[in-house]
């Protein structure tokens, strides 16, 4: 199994909700990763995970929040967001930090 | 800095003739990594270059690390249809926890 599965593949939230963005993957990869891709931009990194440890936050702004609960699973909790942040959230994983990527095919994020 | 320049940014080819992308740094590179997005797609990987002068090749794809490790191209002979999409160098860092920062990236369309 060489997949990372995101979920859901679309979201649409207003500026007061609550979501949370998914990813998993079972290829025994131990660094996760969180970017976020604007159209016609190269992905920009939001956060790392190393062994299950919140390892880089990028700058990122609190109402993105990032969860590893396990090994396979990683978590992007929203809340609170702004129009700007409508993007492409992609989760991908490697090996270990530094290593070539395996992206999933991302959740298209609006928010109104 | 952190950026590895990425040009063109933008390329327009009849199909059957020849592409090549470049990126460039200011600073030594441990290795570059290349990805290819299609259009609505996600990031995959294509080839990682780790050693000074280093020349790959995947059927039409040559991909070459300088002598310097300082810049890389990516060359694509006779293209076809199916390499549309934008082509992205990414470098790793790994005194800042291994993150993986993308070059702005190389939209190719080529017209039959």
């Known amino acids: 199994d060489t997949e990372v599965t995101q979920t859901p593949k679309h979201l649409v939230m207003g500026m007061t909700n609550k979501k949370s963005l998914k990813c998993e993957q079972h290829?025994?990869?131990?660094?996760m990763y969180w970017y976020k891709q604007k159209a016609k931009k190269p992905p920009e990194l939001m956060f790392v995970?190393?062994?299950?440890?919140?390892?880089i936050n990028e700058s990122v702004p609190s109402r993105f929040s990032p969860e590893c609960p396990n090994s396979s699973l990683l978590n992007l909790h929203l809340h609170a967001l702004q129009p700007e942040d409508s993007a492409l959230y992609l989760c991908?994983?490697?090996?270990?930090?530094?290593?070539?990527?395996?992206f999933g095919s991302g959740t298209q994020l609006s928010v109104l | 800095g952190q950026q590895v320049m990425q040009i063109p940014q933008y390329q327009h080819v009849q199909e059957g003739e020849d592409f090549t992308t470049y990126c460039n740094s200011s600073?030594?590179?441990?290795?570059i990594q290349w990805y290819k997005q299609r259009p609505g797609g996600h990031p995959v990987f294509l080839i990682q270059l780790v050693k000074s002068g280093e020349v790959k090749k995947q059927k039409r794809l040559t991909f070459q690390f300088g002598e310097a490790k300082k810049n890389s191209s990516l060359h694509i002979t006779a293209t076809q249809t199916t390499d549309v999409g934008t082509y992205f160098c990414?470098?790793?860092?790994?005194?800042?926890?291994?993150?993986?920062?993308f070059g702005q990236g190389t939209e190719l369309s080529v017209k039959p």
């Open positions: 290829m025994g990869h131990r660094a």
């Open positions: 991908a994983s490697s090996h270990s930090r530094g290593e070539k990527l395996f």
């Open positions: 995970y190393s062994y299950e440890k919140l390892s």
């Open positions: 600073t030594t590179l441990s290795n």
């Open positions: 990414g470098r790793p860092f790994y005194n800042q926890g291994g993150k993986l920062i």
